[in-house]
C-alpha cells in the first residue's frame, strides 16, 4: 500500500472522528471540546504543511516577507469553516495596511490566539523568535524562510540589548514584527492583562518605529481549557491608533509600557462588555503592570 492511500486512510478516519464527535455533542456538550480540538490540530497540521512550501516558493519569487501573512490566512479559513471560530477585526482606519514598519502587540490568552493571528496578521510582518531556534528542523527552517525576526536573548544582559539587533533589521527590511508583552498566555476567564514585559517597547524606540496596540475581547465562552470550553463563535478584535516612539529614549520605555498597557486594558473591558452584552468587573492591581528587566525571557512571542 502506498504512502498517499495510507494518508487518505488516515484523514478519512480523522475526519470520520471529529464529525462522530461533533454529533455526539448534540447530547453530551464536552464532546464539542473534543471535536474542534481534534479539528484545530489537523489544521495547524495542515497549514504548516502549507507555510513551508509556500515559503519556499516566495523565497524564491523573492516575496517571503509574506509568507506568514499567506499561512495565517489559510489557517483562518479552514478554523472558520471545520469549528465555526473566527476573530472579527475592526481596523476602520486600516492601519494594519498602511503602517509599516511598526511593533505590533496583543494580548495573550490561549493557543486560539494563533487564530487571532491568522485572521489580522498584517502583511510584511513576522513574529519574533529566539535565535536559537533557527537552528531547529523544520520550524527553524519555516521561520528562516518566512522571514522572522530573531532575537539573541542568550548573549544579552537585558531587554534593551536582545532588541538591538532585531531593531536593526526591522529598519533595514520594513519588516513590521507581532509581539505578546504579557510573554505567557493569561488562560484567564476573565478580562484583563498580565504584567508587560519591555521587550517590545525597547524595540520600537530603538527602530524609531510606532507601536500599534491590537486587543482582542475575553473569549473564555468560546475557549476555557480548564472546563472543558470550546463553542463556536465571532470574537471581537480592535486595532487602536498607532503610538508614535519618534524622540523617544530608554529612559521614556517604562511609562511607555505603563500607559500602552492601561490602555490596552480598557479597550479589553470595553470589547470584552460588548461581547458579551453585559457589565464586566474591572480588574484591581496596586502595581503598575510592568516587569522589571532581568538578564533572561524579556519578551515571548
Given at each position: 500500500?502506498?504512502?498517499?492511500?495510507?494518508?487518505?486512510?488516515?484523514?478519512?478516519?480523522y475526519?470520520?472522528?471529529i464529525?462522530?464527535?461533533?454529533?455526539?455533542?448534540?447530547?453530551?456538550?464536552?464532546?464539542?471540546f473534543?471535536?474542534?480540538?481534534?479539528?484545530?490540530?489537523?489544521?495547524?497540521?495542515?497549514?504548516?504543511?502549507?507555510?513551508?512550501?509556500?515559503?519556499?516558493?516566495?523565497r524564491?519569487?523573492?516575496?517571503?516577507?509574506?509568507?506568514?501573512w499567506?499561512?495565517?490566512?489559510?489557517?483562518?479559513?479552514?478554523m472558520?469553516?471545520?469549528?465555526?471560530?473566527?476573530?472579527?477585526v475592526?481596523?476602520?482606519n486600516?492601519?494594519?495596511?498602511?503602517?509599516?514598519?511598526?511593533?505590533?502587540?496583543?494580548?495573550?490568552?490561549t493557543?486560539?490566539?494563533?487564530?487571532?493571528?491568522?485572521?489580522?496578521?498584517?502583511?510584511?510582518?513576522?513574529?519574533?523568535?529566539?535565535?536559537?531556534?533557527?537552528?531547529?528542523p523544520?520550524?527553524?527552517?519555516?521561520?528562516?524562510?518566512?522571514?522572522t525576526?530573531?532575537i539573541?536573548?542568550k548573549?544579552?544582559?537585558?531587554?534593551?540589548?536582545?532588541m538591538?539587533?532585531?531593531?536593526?533589521?526591522?529598519?533595514?527590511?520594513?519588516?513590521?514584527?507581532?509581539?505578546?508583552p504579557e510573554?505567557t498566555?493569561?488562560?484567564?476567564?476573565e478580562?484583563?492583562l498580565?504584567p508587560?514585559?519591555?521587550?517590545?517597547?525597547?524595540?520600537?524606540?530603538?527602530?524609531?518605529?510606532p507601536?500599534?496596540?491590537?486587543?482582542?475581547a475575553?473569549y473564555s465562552?468560546i475557549?476555557?481549557?480548564?472546563?472543558?470550553?470550546?463553542n463556536?463563535?465571532?470574537?471581537?478584535?480592535?486595532?487602536?491608533?498607532?503610538?508614535?516612539?519618534?524622540?523617544?529614549?530608554?529612559?521614556?520605555?517604562?511609562?511607555?509600557?505603563?500607559?500602552t498597557?492601561?490602555?490596552?486594558?480598557q479597550?479589553?473591558?470595553?470589547?470584552?462588555?460588548?461581547?458579551?452584552?453585559?457589565p464586566?468587573?474591572?480588574p484591581?492591581?496596586s502595581?503598575?503592570?510592568?516587569?522589571?528587566?532581568s538578564?533572561?525571557?524579556?519578551s515571548?512571542?
Amino acid at each position: 500500500m502506498s504512502f498517499t492511500s495510507y494518508l487518505s486512510y488516515f484523514l478519512a478516519g480523522y475526519t470520520g472522528l471529529i464529525v462522530v464527535f461533533y454529533m455526539l455533542s448534540a447530547v453530551v456538550p464536552k464532546a464539542a471540546f473534543v471535536a474542534r480540538a481534534l479539528a484545530a490540530y489537523i489544521c495547524l497540521i495542515i497549514c504548516a504543511i502549507y507555510g513551508a512550501s509556500a515559503s519556499i516558493v516566495l523565497r524564491i519569487l523573492g516575496r517571503e516577507q509574506i509568507a506568514q501573512w499567506t499561512t495565517a490566512r489559510a489557517f483562518k479559513y479552514v478554523m472558520a469553516l471545520t469549528t465555526g471560530i473566527t476573530f472579527v477585526v475592526e481596523d476602520p482606519n486600516k492601519y494594519l495596511e498602511t503602517v509599516r514598519p511598526a511593533v505590533f502587540i496583543g494580548n495573550h490568552q490561549t493557543e486560539l490566539d494563533v487564530l487571532m493571528l491568522g485572521c489580522m496578521f498584517p502583511k510584511y510582518c513576522s513574529v519574533t523568535a529566539k535565535k536559537n531556534l533557527k537552528n531547529i528542523p523544520f520550524l527553524g527552517w519555516f521561520m528562516s524562510l518566512s522571514g522572522t525576526v530573531f532575537i539573541d536573548r542568550k548573549s544579552s544582559k537585558n531587554a534593551r540589548d536582545a532588541m538591538s539587533g532585531a531593531a536593526e533589521e526591522i529598519q533595514r527590511r520594513r519588516q513590521s514584527v507581532y509581539m505578546f508583552p504579557e510573554g505567557t498566555r493569561s488562560y484567564s476567564k476573565e478580562p484583563g492583562l498580565l504584567p508587560f514585559k519591555k521587550g517590545a517597547f525597547h524595540l520600537a524606540v530603538q527602530a524609531g518605529v510606532p507601536i500599534v496596540p491590537v486587543v482582542a475581547a475575553n473569549y473564555s465562552h468560546i475557549l476555557h481549557i480548564k472546563s472543558l470550553v470550546f463553542n463556536g463563535g465571532r470574537i471581537p478584535v480592535k486595532v487602536l491608533d498607532p503610538i508614535p516612539t519618534t524622540g523617544l529614549t530608554a529612559e521614556d520605555v517604562d511609562e511607555l509600557t505603563r500607559s500602552t498597557r492601561e490602555l490596552m486594558l480598557q479597550e479589553i473591558m470595553s470589547l470584552t462588555q460588548k461581547a458579551r452584552n453585559q457589565p464586566v468587573a474591572v480588574p484591581v492591581s496596586s502595581e503598575n503592570g510592568v516587569i522589571k528587566s532581568s538578564g533572561r525571557d524579556t519578551s515571548r512571542s
